[in-house]
């Protein structure tokens, strides 16, 4: 029997320090309840917390640890960049094989700024959108999430989904005026948002594969769509591909959907665990922004040596392997058919959307292709499904409105395990 004296007294004693105890809200376990495990260390596909509970860890730092935690070439990369010191402010050459790299890897990106986080990454290039074209109105999509920059904290999916934040305090109607929603997938509704606002569009801005929401796939035509928009009316099209970036291949959601972006974003991957942001794109546009042009934006720790050592470690890794991908994809596969298996033996409606390593499970009746499904769904029953797996050992995105991340550390005996979890938890459940 698992206990949690430690992760008790830990949450107790953050708290006095820390808003909630944690740094950032989705690490609280508020919508699924109970206490955070703290985590103490983890090593491939394990996570180990402070009570020495060991986890099947599906969380994967919410997207980096795709090689799995602590991967050697990486933790050894680190440890002797850092002997040169942490950080110059000053331009290197590792900052510009990271850029080459980049652009080698993916499609549509002539020049490259490096930043500090997926929340940097986005807001510069909504910026620079609006900079370029010299309007001030972009569209995003329920439950998408772009990081916590003023202009996206209106009707977003990850942590304001789960806490159910439909608008955040401190957040100014002149800031979210020129922010237009509407339901991923519904093209209509986009094509009606141009018409009425005509030459006033900076940006479309989307998670080509959404997972802040669960994951939820683009229907067919919906990306190409908003590419022809796009296209059409001068809008900027601004690929956030924070998640999906060199996790769905080493090309993202670009390749997997054959659709070119304007303006890319990066993050999580790209970084191996260390705060690594990016945004990219054409030099027609990338051009307008500092110190080339004059939409401003600047960073002390931009491409600092350890964050670039780490996430170039990685990415060559991942580009040096050209079975990785095929492996990852078919073992989530794999954990796909798995859980279907058990879920359909309980009797109760349910849902997984999947593409490559990013799944989720949704108690729903119905596909879940927008936020307003995922919300519809029995996420009451998630939360306790969580928990339930937490005891055997499996740690899930703590959110139903959250996606799944598999790392390539996971065996098939560690599926094999997930699955005849997920069957004890159903059973336990649904009795
Ligand atoms: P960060 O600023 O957290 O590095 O990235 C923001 C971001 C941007 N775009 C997408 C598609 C993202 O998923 C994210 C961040 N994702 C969340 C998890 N859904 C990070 C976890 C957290 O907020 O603690």
């Given at each position: 029997m698992k206990t949690y004296n430690n992760s008790i007294a830990l949450f107790e004693r953050a708290q006095q320090s820390i808003p909630g105890g944690v740094n950032s809200p989705v690490r609280a376990f508020k919508s699924v309840g109970g206490t955070p495990v703290f985590i103490e260390r983890a090593k491939g596909a394990y996570l180990y917390d402070a009570d020495g509970n060991q986890y099947i860890d599906y969380i994967a730092s919410w997207g980096p640890m795709i090689l799995g935690h602590a991967y050697e070439p990486v933790v050894k990369a680190i440890q002797e960049k850092a002997e040169g010191s942490t950080s110059f402010g000053a331009p290197t050459e590792l900052e510009i094989e990271m850029a080459e790299l980049i652009k080698s890897m993916t499609r549509n990106v002539d020049l490259v700024r490096m930043v500090s986080s997926g929340t940097e990454a986005c807001m510069s290039a909504l910026r620079l959108a609006r900079g370029y074209t010299g309007r001030n109105k972009f569209i995003k999509f329920e439950?998408?999430?772009?990081?916590?920059?003023d202009a996206f904290l209106v009707k977003a999916g990850s942590g304001l989904a789960t806490f159910d934040i439909q608008t955040v305090p401190g957040i100014t109607a002149g800031v979210s005026n020129d922010t237009l929603t509407c339901a991923y997938n519904d093209l209509d509704a986009v094509k009606q948002l141009v018409t009425a606002h005509k030459g006033e569009i900076a940006a479309i801005i989307i998670e080509p594969i959404a997972g802040n929401m669960g994951c939820i796939l683009p229907q067919p035509g919906f990306v190409e769509g908003l590419r022809h928009i796009c296209t059409e009316e001068g809008i900027v099209f601004i690929f956030?591909?924070?998640?999906t970036g060199f996790r769905?291949?080493?090309?993202?959601a670009q390749a997997t959907l054959n659709v070119d972006a304007d303006l890319v974003c990066y993050g999580k991957v790209i970084g191996a665990g260390m705060p690594v942001g990016a945004f990219g794109g054409k030099k027609e546009i990338m051009s307008h922004i500092a110190p080339l042009g004059n939409v401003y934006q600047a960073g002390?720790?931009?491409?600092n040596p350890l964050a670039m050592i780490a996430g170039f470690t990685l990415l060559q890794t991942l580009q040096n392997n050209p079975d990785f991908y095929r492996e990852l994809d078919a073992k989530t596969e794999y954990l796909h058919k798995g859980l279907e298996t058990v879920l359909t033996a309980t009797g109760k409606p349910f849902v997984i959307n999947r593409l490559g390593s990013m799944i989720s499970v949704h108690f729903s009746a119905q596909p879940v292709t927008d936020f307003a499904c995922a919300a519809a769904s029995d996420n009451a029953f998630f939360n306790k499904f969580f928990h339930a797996m937490l005891r055997r050992g499996i740690y899930l995105p703590p959110s139903a409105f959250e996606s799944w991340f598999l790392n390539n550390a996971l065996t098939y005996a560690d599926l094999d395990a997930t699955i005849a979890a997920a069957q004890e938890s159903l059973t336990e459940l649904c009795a």
């Open positions: 439950g998408c999430y772009h990081g916590h920059a956030d591909e924070v998640m769905l291949g080493a090309g993202g002390t720790l931009s491409g």
